[in-house]
């Protein structure tokens, strides 16, 4: 079959501690969209408690389980509910994905003097002043937990750099004495090693040390099936490699794991995969083509719109998406795709055979708040037919810069295999396809676009219409 991700939240789901029981609930209904596998949200507690989405991580020991933060639970529920949603989705031979933040910490729970260098922060490499006694938020006790299941503390050794002084009240950059920031990381300012809060040294020893026997209990603990890693543009490959080669020892899993590196350089993303190819990457150039498609007025070369991607150069490591967490209207990451264009950008990722399609929570059940988000028109429909009907041979018809078109012919021995689409961002067009001469004679229908049913030639070809909406999906009828 086919496989499905779906990041199984979005940045504004209620602070009610409901998603875990949610997802639970949703368990069959995602099996019988296709959902393979679901990323769930960092599940420990964060800086800012039942209000924190995760990614400003406090204690990774802590997974809803005690009184830190104001509050036992995280955002999205109880450990006891976590392990719980886990095992439901695999009720319904669904795999989870954990989102695994080691970059830096937040929240701390003392505060340390420190020698610190000041650093420019346009270009990480340089000075800006002499070393100078800062005081820093590095001091992480978890008196909450109390040592439960580890009693490591964290001090300023554990971290490189931070970005604010207390004493002095001063927001900037400092680099701790006797520290650098990581080499093996992206160039952007200089050396993009630093990005929020306390940025952990992830290659000191005893850190290493520590987020390995973390990562143990955690896989032991849940019983994830394998990893979104966050923010690997700032931990350095070395580390990354070296941390997950250790999780997939430790638990004998092959543990697929996605990572973000949030680049539209194909370049960079293809050398963080590199020659051993031990983790996918989220293709970010795409998800750029398709922001600059919804919004170029019919100007988008639409011929192009796998030109540089990871899913044209490297198929096989490509998790493809249209919009995430950090997309969203009034994040850091903005880059919404309109409205219009999303069902045919999800077309373009769900009924192709290149790539491995991760679905938006908001796209799928929509989101409410400031920034509202309204399910996508014909998601369930384009996700049953990947599950159903887009196997066999592929047929391109990426020939135009306004309509473009591609068929999967099915499988020669099932005669109701197959799909056909036309997307066009200029209006109401049409596009010659062919879906493979062992469907001569079939009509198909029109599952999504409401135009007319077509009837197959006898070499397998057809024109299919598209309507002003700008997407067409036909499959066969009746068979």
Not at 161 to 187: M, P, Q, S, Y
Request: glycine fraction near 12%; include cysteine.
């Amino acid at each position: 079959m086919n496989g499905t991700l779906l990041q199984g939240f979005s940045w504004y789901v209620p602070n009610d501690g409901s998603l875990w029981r949610s997802i639970a609930d949703q368990a069959q209904h995602l099996s019988d969209l296709g959902v393979s596998a679901v990323w769930l949200p960092p599940a420990y507690k964060g800086q800012a408690g039942i209000d924190d989405v995760g990614y400003g991580v406090y204690d990774l020991w802590d997974l809803g389980e005690f009184d830190q933060k104001g509050a036992v639970r995280t955002k999205y529920g109880t450990r006891e509910e976590y392990v719980g949603t886990i095992q439901a989705l695999h009720d319904y031979g669904i795999h989870v994905l954990a989102d695994t933040v080691l970059n830096h910490k937040m929240g701390a729970d003392a505060s340390e003097t420190v020698t610190a260098t000041p650093i420019d922060q346009q270009n990480r490499t340089i000075e800006v002043g002499n070393p100078e006694q800062i005081q820093v938020w590095t001091r992480f006790t978890f008196p909450g937990r109390a040592g439960t299941y580890s009693d490591f503390e964290w001090d300023w050794t554990c971290f490189h750099g931070t970005d604010w002084d207390e004493a002095t009240g001063r927001k900037g950059l400092w680099l701790f004495e006797g520290k650098k920031w990581n080499e093996n990381v992206d160039d952007e300012f200089g050396n993009f090693d630093y990005l929020m809060g306390a940025d952990v040294h992830l290659t000191d020893p005893k850190v290493m040390d520590h987020l390995v026997e973390w990562g143990a209990w955690y896989l032991e603990t849940t019983g994830v099936d394998g990893l979104r890693m966050d923010a690997l543009k700032h931990m350095g490959r070395d580390f990354t490699m070296a941390w997950l080669d250790r999780m997939r020892d430790v638990s004998g899993k092959e543990l697929f794991t996605v990572g973000e590196y949030w680049s539209a350089d194909l370049g960079e993303l293809r050398s963080f995969i590199g020659d051993d190819r031990r983790l996918s990457l989220f293709d970010v150039p795409l998800h750029f083509n398709f922001h600059h498609a919804s919004r170029a007025n019919g100007t988008f070369d639409m011929g192009g719109i796998f030109n540089g991607t990871l899913v044209d150069a490297d198929p096989t490591m490509a998790v493809t998406f249209v919009e995430n967490h950090d997309t969203q209207d009034g994040q850091s990451l903005a880059s919404p795709v309109d409205s219009w264009f999303k069902p045919a950008a999800y077309a373009l990722i769900l009924l192709r055979e290149a790539g491995y399609p991760c679905v938006f929570h908001a796209d799928l059940f929509g989101a409410e708040g400031e920034h509202p988000i309204a399910p996508v028109e014909g998601l369930e429909t384009l996700m049953k037919m990947r599950k159903t009907r887009a196997y066999g041979v592929q047929w391109d018809a990426f020939d135009d810069s306004h309509v473009v078109g591609w068929a999967r012919q099915g499988q020669m021995d099932d005669a109701s295999d197959g799909v056909a689409v036309v997307i066009s961002d200029s209006g109401e067009s049409a596009k010659t396809l062919n879906v493979g001469a062992h469907h001569a004679g079939q009509i198909w229908e029109c599952v999504i676009g409401g135009c007319e049913p077509v009837q197959i030639g006898d070499d397998g070809s057809a024109l299919f219409p598209v309507p002003d909406s700008g997407l067409s999906v036909y499959s066969p009828k009746g068979v």
